[in-house]
T-cell receptor, first 113, second 111 residues
Framework: DAKTTQPTSMDCAEGRAANLPCNHS???????VYWYRQIHSQGPQYIIH???NNETNEMASLIITEDRKSSTLILPHATLRDTAVYYC??????????????FGSGTRLQVQP | SQTIHQWPATLVQPVGSPLSLECTVE??????LYWYRQAAGRGLQLLFY??????ISSEVPQNLSASRPQDRQFILSSKKLLLSDSGFYLC??????????FGNGTRLTVT
């Protein structure tokens, strides 16, 4: 699996955009970038994924650089409920077993009132 | 749409007692199913996964076992719980080219 690196922690003011970066310089051509988050005492929640084009859904936007070596998850208007640990992973869509999901340490996002 | 159900949400069991956690998926067929464990403040550890009925792959030797009696049912069991089995147990599913989706988890405390 390609490894990812993320900042350990970030703060964001409520109502402002939260931009969470992720480096994945060894990503292979067919691997996708996936983002999850885990709110305390809950299961991980899938947020968004993409291959090379920018993606947007009701939760967030994903911006992937042209060389695909890094990406940014954008929460456009952060709320207190967005406080969580955010994980960026890379994998093939067909990966199963251990390769299906390997979380790194993630970024702990604290949304401040 | 697909949903995943996992129960119970919390469980307190004495050492040496049996365990059975159940997970079911709705709205899809032939999913890949997973059991993970997360110790407090730690990452996810893959315990078992299954690509079909009766097909179980174990990732780590341990006191637990898994079974898949039906296409969308995945069960985690133990005959005799140990203190070290305490943790947050998560069931997850994925289909063809779909992301992994998790249940809400079971917090198990072995006393």
């Amino acid at each position: 699996d390609a490894k990812t690196t993320q900042p350990t922690s970030m703060d964001c003011a409520e109502g402002r955009a939260a931009n969470l970066p992720c480096n994945h310089s060894t990503i292979s051509g067919n691997e996708y970038v996936y983002w999850y988050r885990q709110i305390h005492s809950q299961g991980p929640q899938y947020i968004i994924h993409g291959l090379k084009n920018n993606e947007t859904n009701e939760m967030a936007s994903l911006i992937i650089t042209e060389d695909r070596k890094s990406s940014t998850l954008i929460l456009p208007h952060a709320t207190l409920r967005d406080t969580a640990v955010y994980y960026c992973i890379v994998r093939l869509p067909t990966d199963t077993g251990r390769r299906a999901l390997t979380f790194g340490s993630g970024t702990r996002l604290q949304v401040q009132p | 749409s697909q949903t995943i159900h996992q129960w119970p949400a919390t469980l307190v069991q004495p050492v040496g007692s049996p365990l059975s956690l159940e997970c079911t998926v709705e709205g899809t067929s032939n999913p890949n199913l997973y059991w993970y464990r997360q110790a407090a403040g730690r990452g996810l550890q893959l315990l078992f996964y299954s690509v079909g009925i009766g097909q179980i792959s174990s990732e780590v030797p341990q006191n637990l076992s898994a079974s898949r009696p039906q296409d969308r049912q995945f069960i985690l069991s133990s005959k005799k719980l140990l203190l070290s089995d305490s943790g947050f147990y998560l069931c997850a599913w994925t289909g063809n080219n779909s992301p992994l989706h998790f249940g809400n988890g079971t917090r198990l405390t072995v006393t």
